[in-house]
């Protein structure tokens, strides 16, 4: 699946140096304060224009192929949104380059170039967790804090940025990267006691940042842990629908279950989440965070409009927190058809080549369970679907000794 190749190139180095800037604040704050993030852009775009030169008349046309739906995507942003060009060049950059550097990371770099990228990315991520846990410790509500503010130079942000304080993002990335953990372990590539101690730290951080939904979905990805080595697509695909039945016919069970956990979890954010989840939707209308009617919301302006959406008008009316249901308001069906191709170009061209390998399943789940984030919150998570993830999954693959932690 992939070329081997045995130097590391600079232009590597430089994907190296964006791989620390999306995962570690403290260096996005060297770049703001010092470098600035016109120079960052500056870098993505060399990066970006050096991926496409480098590969060659053939795969230059390749990669066109491959980014016009997301160019799309871009295109529909800039004119049914009031952006500023060169923002909205830097937003289109920031989404298009993990798709382009994964093309080129899964086809043509060798092995040692792959484990170079996921060591970096395993210890940048590990570094940022304990330093968010702790960090989190001390200021409490940092992380809630940092997905809410708008400003890049607030003084207090500046400060989570310094000690390494991870938000949103990071928070989720974990998440979204966790069953590869469970994965490697399945692969015997990876010590029941360090996954457990990786699932320990992820729990840790999912818990002090106080996010119900990365914890509801850490919950999930854990139960994995208890099912075989091999498991198939249809195996995971059945679990899921066995799973949403169950919770409809049992939710008296559901219910209980989440009020028993809302007293046990010393996050009030989280035990508050949970104890309106435990209402069901009565108890969820009638919390301070009414999701539901955010998402009726997103549906309503889809109904009013479903051909189209808002794309003749600039701004939008959806609820603002679920990227599916808000992308399928701004766009309507023209949106939900290139939603559709995007999600099955990024499964065709990242995930189902694994599909002969054992243990496929925890391959898929990976996949469903950046979708399943993205409907009931915001983001489309490129950068992990495209990049980060297959990064993983190829490093975990790779031939070695049995177990190599």
């Known amino acids: 699946m992939i070329k081997k190749r045995t130097t590391i190139r600079p232009f590597e180095l430089v994907l190296g140096l964006i791989i620390l800037y999306s995962i570690m604040p403290i260096v996005a704050q060297f770049f703001s ?16 224009v050096f991926t496409v030169t480098i590969r060659g008349t053939d795969s230059l046309a390749e990669s066109i192929l491959v980014l016009i739906p997301f160019v799309l995507w ?41 484990r170079f990228f996921a060591i970096l990315l395993g210890i940048a991520i590990l570094i940022t967790m304990i330093t968010t846990i702790i960090g989190t410790i001390i200021y409490p509500d940092a992380s809630r804090y940092i997905a809410t503010v708008e400003k890049a130079n607030d003084p207090l942000l500046r400060t989570y940025n310094y000690v390494n304080l ?25 010590h029941l006691v360090f996954a457990v101690i990786a699932s320990v730290l992820v729990l840790f951080l999912t818990l002090n940042s106080g996010y119900t939904t990365a914890f509801l979905l850490w919950i999930a990805s854990t139960a994995t842990f208890f099912l075989p080595r091999n498991i198939s697509k249809r195996t995971v695909l059945i679990l899921l629908i ?23 979890i010393d996050n009030e954010d989280i035990a508050y989440r949970l104890e309106a989840l435990a209402g069901g939707s009565e108890g969820i209308r009638a919390s ?15 109904i009013k409009s479903p051909l189209i959406g808002n794309i003749l008008y600039t701004g939008s009316n959806n609820g603002g927190h679920s990227f599916v249901l808000d992308f399928a308001a701004q766009y309507g069906l023209v949106g939900v058809a290139l939603l559709i191709v995007m999600y099955r170009l990024v499964f065709v061209r990242f995930y189902k080549p694994f599909e002969r390998i054992p243990g496929y399943g925890y391959v898929l789940w990976m996949f469903l369970q950046a979708i399943i984030l993205s409907v009931v919150n915001t983001g489309m998570w490129l950068n992990i679907l ?13 031939k070695g000794s049995s177990k190599t932690i």
């Not at 952006?83 to 040692?112: D, N």
């Not at 991870?166 to 990876?190: D, S």
């Not at 990064?391 to 693959?397: D, K, N, P």
Request: net charge neutral; charged share 15%; glycine share 6%.
């Open 386 to 398: 495209c990049w980060f993830i297959p990064i993983s999954i190829t490093a975990i693959l790779q």
């Open 74 to 114: 871009m295109l529909l942003e800039y004119f049914t949104k009031d952006q500023q060009l060169f923002l909205w060049g830097y937003s289109a950059v920031i989404m298009l380059a993990p798709v382009l550097f994964g093309v080129l990371l899964m086809k043509e770099t060798g092995p040692k170039v792959v």
């Open 33 to 48: 304060d010092f470098l600035t993030t016109y120079a960052y852009m500056v870098i993505l775009l060399g990066a970006v």
């Open 288 to 302: 301070d965070d009414d999701r539901i009617a955010l998402y009726e919301k997103s549906l309503n302006a889809f």
């Open 166 to 190: 991870g938000g949103y993002e990071f928070v989720y990335t974990c998440i979204l990267l966790y069953p590869a953990v469970i994965f490697a372990f399945k692969q015997r590539k990876l």
């Open 242 to 264: 066995v799973t949403i039945v169950a919770f409809i016919i049992f939710f008296a069970l559901f219910s209980a279950s989440m009020k028993g956990l809302a007293k046990l």
